[in-house]
């Protein structure tokens, strides 16, 4: 049964595989630059929404993989990105990511570059997200759910934000993220990203499905999509 608190948080986007106009190998386009950019800021905020339900939840069993997961492998996960944009010569919209526990949930600072160009997004989500996460632990295991499903769409495709707010953007033609990039670097690293987000869901359902004895259903990718990453 999906749970009630986040039933309609986010509709569902229909995943396409793009065309790629051509360029220079080894270059990014505008749009998959933006694209880097914004999932640095996303694997942020699975890490600072993980480690600060782990607080809220310090003394139960369940939530031990908020503190597995934030610690370990969003951390990894977040500076692989950060590497990346390096690699590029981008700058880093989250630079002082790692200034811990003082930039947990620290996304947005006007008139600073803090948070890039959707920092702005990303606080609004750290904050909606923590609160839903707030009401009890199932709440919890269920945001951490959604955080990876998520995760998943928004690295494979444009993300939603960016297709509403960049004016170069075809809605009919959404040239971003994995389904997109012709670069070797970041197809690599984009699909080390799922295959943690997929490790990271099937945590989370383990969890859910423990409490609440029911068949978890999927909050944004499809139900053959989850049911295909928990292999049933």
Same mark, same amino acid.
């Given at each position: 049964?999906?749970?009630?608190?986040?039933?309609?948080?986010?509709?569902?986007?229909?995943?396409?595989?793009?065309? +790629? /106009?051509?360029?220079?190998?080894?270059?990014? &386009?505008?749009? #998959?630059? =933006? *694209?880097?950019?914004?999932? %640095?800021?996303?694997?942020?905020?699975?890490?600072?929404?993980?480690?600060?339900?782990?607080?809220?939840?310090?003394?139960?069993? +369940? /939530?031990?993989?908020?503190?597995?997961?934030? &610690?370990?492998? #969003?951390? =990894? *996960?977040?500076?692989?990105? %950060?590497?990346?944009?390096?690699?590029?010569?981008?700058?880093?919209?989250?630079?002082?990511?790692?200034?811990?526990?003082?930039?947990?949930?620290?996304?947005?600072?006007?008139?600073?570059?803090?948070?890039?160009?959707?920092?702005?997004?990303?606080?609004?989500?750290?904050?909606?997200?923590?609160?839903?996460?707030?009401?009890?632990?199932?709440?919890?295991?269920?945001?951490?759910?959604?955080?990876?499903?998520?995760?998943?769409?928004?690295?494979?495709?444009?993300?939603?934000?960016?297709?509403?707010?960049?004016?170069?953007?075809?809605?009919?033609?959404?040239?971003?993220?994995?389904?997109?990039?012709?670069?070797?670097?970041?197809?690599?690293?984009?699909?080390?990203?799922?295959?943690?987000?997929?490790?990271?869901?099937?945590?989370?359902?383990?969890?859910?499905?423990?409490?609440?004895?029911?068949?978890?259903?999927?909050?944004?990718?499809?139900?053959?999509?989850?049911?295909?990453?928990?292999?049933?």
């Amino acid at each position: 049964m999906k749970h009630p608190l986040i039933v309609g948080v986010l509709a569902l986007a229909a995943l396409s595989v793009a065309l +790629a /106009a051509p360029k220079s190998a080894g270059t990014l &386009d505008d749009l #998959e630059a =933006t *694209h880097l950019t914004f999932m %640095r800021s996303e694997e942020k905020l699975a890490r600072d929404v993980y480690l600060t339900l782990a607080e809220i939840y310090p003394d139960q069993p +369940a /939530a031990n993989v908020f503190t597995n997961i934030g &610690d370990g492998s #969003e951390q =990894t *996960h977040t500076d692989a990105v %950060r590497d990346m944009l390096e690699s590029y010569g981008l700058p880093d919209p989250n630079p002082d990511a790692n200034d811990l526990p003082d930039n947990i949930g620290v996304f947005y600072i006007e008139g600073e570059f803090e948070g890039g160009e959707y920092g702005w997004y990303f606080q609004e989500k750290y904050d909606a997200l923590v609160g839903l996460g707030s009401v009890d632990l199932l709440s919890a295991l269920y945001v951490g759910a959604f955080i990876e499903e998520l995760d998943m769409l928004d690295i494979i495709e444009c993300p939603k934000v960016i297709l509403e707010n960049e004016d170069d953007v075809d809605v009919h033609n959404p040239v971003c993220g994995l389904n997109y990039t012709d670069e070797p670097s970041l197809q690599n690293l984009y699909n080390h990203l799922v295959d943690g987000s997929e490790n990271h869901l099937r945590s989370f359902v383990k969890n859910i499905e423990k409490i609440t004895g029911d068949v978890y259903e999927a909050q944004v990718l499809t139900q053959g999509q989850v049911d295909a990453i928990l292999g049933r």
